[in-house]
């Protein structure tokens, strides 16, 4: 049985890719347990240093599988399929020490919407659209709030989730969801763009800047500094950081960055 979620590592970009057009990438069993897999790899990579998330067909991502939802049997979360392997796969995307792109190919509803928040950056086609379709099937939008909401202000989730209703790349750029809406046909000059910037980063730095745009703001800022003070000490004294240095001062690249 061939996978639903194929990748490729070239020139340090991990690319993974959902293949299921015929329920249009939707959040089944089978293709959770292949991207869980497949994200797995990518982070174990030395090679991969920056991740890109995206689909084939029409659909980027159209949310949970609603023939296996409808087939679960009534008892609780543990029995809802997409419950089994789903946060696991929120939580990979999010703590990921390596950047995310997602570059949605189309459009996503629902838990694809989770998928697009886990990421560091999401960048769609103008064309694409996007529906917190939860509430009109009766269910509601648990998992993937906690991303969502995290990117989302408050006025804006509180429209989208309770009222379901569908808007465009455009209001999704305005409100946090999409980092770019671009036309389709620059959608992949501007990943690569987004790529390229990353994979120059060092791989340590990244990681940390990741965490620490997240954390800072929930500091007082007497703490903040104290903490951040003692960063950047350490930071300019690392290995990394003064591999930075001496290739800037000796005008190379790092010897992070891959090759072309």
Known sequence: MSSLVHK???AGIATITLDSPPNRNALSVRLLGDLEARLDWALGEPEA???VLTGTGPVFCSGADLKEQRAAPAGGAADAPVTASFPEILSLIWE???PVICRLNGAARAGGLGLVAACDFAIAPDDASFAFSEVRLGVVPAMIAVPVLR???????AEYFLTGEVFDAARAERIGLLTRAVPRERLDAEVARYAAMLAKGGPEALAITKQMVREVPGHSFEEGMRLMSALSAQRFTSEEG???IAAF???RSPSWVPDA
């Open 8 to 10: 490729q590592l070239e």
């Open 49 to 51: 240093r920056v991740i």
């Open 96 to 98: 990921s020490p390596k």
């Open 151 to 157: 990117r989302l202000d408050q006025r804006a989730a």
């Open 242 to 244: 003064q591999e930075g």
């Open 249 to 251: 001062m000796a005008k």
